[in-house]
T-cell receptor, first 114, second 116 residues
C-alpha cells in the first residue's frame, strides 16, 4: 500500500520569505507521479505542481518548485517569495505507476504573516 | 468558467434522507473521480467513472452510495438514507486522461454535506 507522510501539521512564514513543506512517501513502484495541491479556506483543491519519478529535473511552476530526492523518497514543496494569499492547506499526493488513484497526505497548514 | 463545477456547495440533510451531489467535468475531460474529505484529513478516493461506465468503485461504501456519469449531463453521487457519519466534504475531479500516473486531476470546489 502507498503511504504519504506530511510531518508538519502547521507552518508559519513571513511574507516574501521562502518556505519548504515536507512530504515523504513509501512505495515499491519504480514509476510513479507526485503532486501537490493547495486548499485555501474557500475549500477548493487547486493543482500546483507535478513530478514524475523518472523526471531528471525538479519540477518548477512559477514560485513553486518541487525538491525531489528519489533515494530519500521525499518530494518537498518549496514556495519562494511567500504571499499572504499562499495561506492555505497544502496536500502532497502520489499515484503509483499505471494507477489513476492518488493517495493523499493529511496536509500541512501554512500561514503567511505580513 | 471552464473548471470543474460542483453543486450544491452546501447541502443539509436530515438522517434518512437522500443526498444528490452533482459534478460537471472540465470541458474535454471524460474521466471523473469522486473523493471524500473528513475534517483534518486528506482526500479519500471513492469512485472513478467514464461516460456510462464505472471503472473503479473500490473506495465506495457497499451500501447506500452510488455514482453515475450518464452520456448526457453531470456525474451524480447519490447517498441514500444518510447518517451523521456521512457528513463530510465531497470533491469531484476530472482529467483528460486515465490509467496513468501522469494523471493530473483538476478538482471542483466541493460539496459540504451536513447531516442533522
Amino acid at each position: 500500500a502507498q503511504k504519504i507522510t506530511q510531518t508538519q501539521p502547521g507552518m508559519f512564514v513571513q511574507e516574501k520569505e521562502a518556505v519548504t513543506l515536507d512530504c515523504t512517501y513509501d512505495t515499491s513502484d519504480q514509476s510513479y507521479g507526485l503532486f501537490w495541491y493547495k486548499q485555501p479556506s474557500s475549500g477548493e483543491m487547486i493543482f500546483l505542481i507535478y513530478q514524475g519519478s523518472y523526471d531528471e529535473q525538479n519540477a518548477t511552476e512559477g514560485r513553486y518548485s518541487l525538491n525531489f530526492q528519489k533515494a530519500r523518497k521525499s518530494a518537498n514543496l518549496v514556495i519562494s517569495a511567500s504571499q499572504l494569499g499562499d495561506s492555505a492547506m497544502y496536500f502532497c499526493a502520489m499515484s503509483p505507476g499505471g494507477s489513476y488513484i492518488p493517495t493523499f497526505g493529511r496536509g500541512t497548514s501554512l500561514i503567511v504573516h505580513p | 468558467n471552464a473548471g470543474v463545477m460542483q453543486n450544491p456547495r452546501h447541502l443539509v440533510r436530515r438522517r434518512g434522507q437522500e443526498a444528490r451531489l452533482r459534478c460537471s467535468p472540465m470541458k474535454g475531460h471524460s474521466h471523473v473521480y469522486w473523493y471524500r474529505q473528513l475534517p483534518e484529513e486528506g482526500l479519500k478516493f471513492m469512485v472513478y467513472l467514464q461516460k456510462e461506465n464505472i471503472i473503479d468503485e473500490s473506495g465506495m461504501p457497499k451500501e447506500r452510495f452510488s455514482a453515475e456519469f450518464p452520456k448526457e449531463g453531470p456525474s451524480i453521487l447519490r447517498i441514500q438514507q444518510v447518517v451523521r457519519g456521512d457528513s463530510a466534504a465531497y470533491f469531484c475531479a476530472s482529467s483528460p486522461l486515465g490509467g496513468s500516473d501522469k494523471n493530473i486531476q483538476y478538482f471542483g470546489a466541493g460539496t459540504r454535506l451536513s447531516v442533522l
